[in-house]
């Protein structure tokens, strides 16, 4: 699976936009791009996933250049209830029988 | 719809104890996923059955850890005897499908204290 790094920590304010960059060098051909988010005391919550180019839901965008080594989470003008742990994950869910491999994650704080 | 719940949401026992962790999943899904956070740790895979069946234990930690899901319903998590390492916090998670079902639901948690 493939290893990701993404910042520890994140300062913003809110109604700003807040982006959350991930790298993943050794992506492999059949990887998925997932982000979960998790606050104190309770178990992580899928936001967004993606293969390539860009996704976009009701919460987030998820952006992924063409060499797929990378890819950053969007949170537009954030909210105080926005500050929590951001989780990257990288995998091929479909042979890995849908383990999640977690990293240290971004804790986002957003201040007033 | 009811979430993931997980009972207790707090266990404290000591060391040589023996404590059981229940997860109840998202009524309808196949899949059952536990995965754990050690102290100052990253949230690490542990095992995942498809109905009452182990897919994937190849995250049990040792022979301490005992996980069951009789009937493909609720499962359970003994550990048996605890450590002072097993200390953290026990998630359990569960989806619908196997294959490219990625969007897993999270339980709140069990946090374990082994004194």
């Known amino acids: 699976l493939a290893k990701t790094t993404q910042p520890i920590s994140m300062d913003s304010y809110e109604g700003q936009e807040v982006n959350i960059t991930c790298s993943h060098n050794?992506?492999?051909?059949?990887?998925?791009i997932t982000w979960y988010q998790q606050f104190p005391s309770q178990g992580p919550r899928f936001i967004i996933q993606?293969?390539?180019t860009k996704v976009t839901n009701e919460v987030a965008s998820l952006f992924i250049p063409a060499d797929r080594k990378s890819s950053t989470l969007s949170l537009p003008r954030v909210s105080l209830s926005d500050t929590a742990v951001y989780y990257c994950?990288?995998?091929?869910?479909?042979?890995?029988?849908?383990?999640?491999?977690f990293g240290g994650g971004t804790r986002l704080m957003v201040k007033p | 719809e009811a979430g993931v719940t997980q009972f207790p949401s707090h266990s404290v026992i000591e060391k040589g104890q023996t404590v059981t962790l229940r997860c109840d999943p998202i009524?309808?899904?196949?899949?059952l996923y536990w995965y754990r956070r050690v102290m100052g740790k990253e949230i690490k895979f542990l095992l995942h059955?498809?109905?009452?069946?182990?897919?994937?234990e190849s995250g049990m930690p040792n022979n301490r850890f005992l996980a069951e899901r009789t009937g493909g319903t609720y499962s359970t998590l003994k550990v048996q005897p605890a450590e002072l390492e097993d200390s953290g916090v026990y998630f359990c998670?569960?989806?619908?499908?196997?294959?490219?079902?990625?969007?897993?639901?999270f339980g709140p948690g069990t946090r374990l204290t082994v004194t």
């Open positions: 998670a569960s989806s619908p499908r196997l294959a490219g079902e990625v969007e897993q639901y």
């Open positions: 050794n992506i492999a051909t059949n990887d998925y």
């Open positions: 993606g293969y390539k």
């Open positions: 994950l990288v995998g091929d869910y479909n042979n890995a029988g849908n383990m999640l491999t």
């Open positions: 009524s309808g899904h196949d899949n």
């Open positions: 059955f498809v109905k009452e069946s182990k897919q994937d």
